[in-house]
């Protein structure tokens, strides 16, 4: 019947969505986060949660806290020695900012891309296995598999599958950046951390990476802090925006793009200040 | 520190285009009335032609507007600014429009209609023209509150123009010969009320605007 099958159909298209919308779990919660540098609070007392298999924007003026958040949830910060931290972190049931933490198989847990393309001195293959052998897997076949598997994840096997024993420092920065991107895949993370990952990269390789950090959503929840704004409106399920260490909004990138509940977040996306 | 002050400036200057095209539909109305009861051809046909000046000062808006949105990718209200820019010159186009039509219909009536044109007409046009009023200073001001008083006027025009309706059916059940003639002044009716309908989609472009939804005035 024609009519019942036009009055059921757009229903049916709504229920599937809501039931989408439910599958979003939490991957991170971010509870009462507060991070400090001697005396200078950087991070001031963020609560909000992350959504698993999407990816949530961090946006804000320099010098706002993002980058140091961002830090924070690998433990990066714990480089700096006087940098100290207050409240939580929940991963899978753990606080990560717990002292008892091994960092390094944090780090493998969630990975971290920066701004700057920083490929080891070596060959496109030895940067993947790399920390694969540090880890013990030595086997020629199982590293060739995951090179293969890392490098295709990131969208450059077909580029560099002839050169992989040529020096990293060969490929250009787009490219370099993806191997770095490959990098952080082999050791099998479930949240990517991107610090800026293309702010130094020409038109065509940023549009390259924001289509390889768009698919890598399916299998990662990623991170990532952008000063660009129209990226962080294209790629992004969510966006918290920061100011002076305080998480000022945080909600749908659609919302936060097209609507902002808070001025100040409509000053910066505007472009008046920052 | 304001930043982006260019954009800024380029933005008002798009804003006084727009008020300024706003007042000149304004004025193509007033002059559309007095030529229908003037029996005034020559000041149809003027009318007619001063239109079109019109329609390039909408294209124009309209390409300032896109080349802003181009140049200066605005997000936010910024944006929405701009989307109402290219809406509101639209209507007003569609405003001169209206005017235009009026002309037309005086052009049909010809000098020797004997007939006496509703004087419920002319109090049609003064609530149309202050719903242009309205809209602009809405507009100006980003006032939502003038805004929603559109609706109310817009209701009254709108019954005004059914009672016109029906006072011209009955003209024409007396005066058959003169069906004609009576039918381009129910058009001219029909014509101010649809002016008036688009000074309503102004308020709910300045609704959208400072809302950042869809709102409709004209129920």
């Known amino acids: 019947m024609m009519a019942s099958t036009i009055t059921i159909e757009p229903q049916t298209n709504k229920n599937k969505k809501r039931e989408i919308d439910k599958q979003k779990d939490t991957i991170l919660e971010i509870k009462d986060l507060s991070i400090f540098y001697g005396d200078n609070q950087a991070v001031k007392h963020a609560t909000f949660d992350i959504d698993e298999h999407a990816i949530t924007a961090l946006i804000g003026p320099s010098g706002c806290g993002k980058s140091t958040f961002l830090r924070g949830i690998n433990r990066m910060n714990d480089l700096i020695p006087i940098a100290r931290n207050e409240g939580q972190i929940i991963y899978e049931d753990i606080n990560l900012l717990d002292k008892n933490i091994n960092t390094i198989a944090l780090r493998k847990e969630i990975g971290m891309v920066f701004q700057k393309p920083n490929p080891f001195p070596k060959s496109v293959y030895n940067n993947i296995t790399h920390a694969l052998k540090f880890y013990g897997k030595r086997k020629k076949k199982q590293l060739d598999e995951v090179v293969e598997e890392s490098l295709r994840k990131a969208a450059l096997w077909d580029e560099v599958k002839d050169r992989l024993h040529e020096s990293a420092f060969s490929l250009s920065g787009g490219q370099q950046q993806r191997l770095c991107i490959a990098r952080t895949l082999a050791m099998k993370p479930n949240v990517l951390l991107l610090d800026e990952p293309s702010s130094a990269l020409d038109p065509i390789s940023n549009a390259k990476i924001e289509e390889l950090i768009l698919q890598l959503k399916e299998d990662y929840s990623i991170i990532i802090v952008t000063h660009n704004m129209q990226q962080a409106s294209r790629i992004s399920d969510k966006t918290a925006f920061f100011l002076n260490g305080s998480v000022i909004e945080y909600d749908e990138t659609e919302k936060i793009f097209t609507n902002p509940a808070h001025g100040k977040t409509e000053d910066y996306i505007s472009g008046r200040f920052g | ?219």
């Open chain 2, 1 to 219: 520190m304001v930043a982006r002050e260019q954009f800024q400036v380029e933005l008002s200057k798009l804003r006084g285009d727009i008020i300024s095209l706003a007042h000149e539909t304004e004025k193509l109305l007033e002059k559309s009335l007095e030529a229908l009861y003037n029996q005034d051809i020559d000041m149809a046909n003027d009318i007619i032609s001063y239109d079109t000046k019109l329609d390039q000062k909408e294209l124009k808006i309209n390409e300032d507007a896109i080349l802003l949105i181009a140049r200066q990718q605005p997000v936010a209200t910024d944006l929405r600014r701009l989307i109402i820019a290219l809406r509101i010159s639209s209507d007003l186009e569609r405003m001169g429009d209206n005017a235009k039509n009026i002309a037309k219909s005086t052009i049909h009536l010809g000098e020797e209609h004997g007939l006496t044109i509703h004087p419920a007409l002319t109090d049609m046009k003064n609530i149309a023209l202050k719903m242009v009023d309205l809209s602009i200073k809405a507009f100006e001001y980003e006032d939502i509150t003038l805004a929603r008083k559109l609706s109310e006027l817009d209701d009254l025009v709108d019954s005004m123009y059914g009672e016109i309706i029906r006072e011209m059916l009955e003209e024409t059940a007396t005066n058959p010969q003169k069906i004609q003639h009576i039918m381009q002044m129910a058009f001219s009716a029909r014509y101010i009320e649809r002016f008036a309908d688009h000074t309503t989609n102004i308020g709910e472009s300045i609704l959208y605007l400072v809302k950042g939804e869809t709102l409709n005035l004209n129920e």
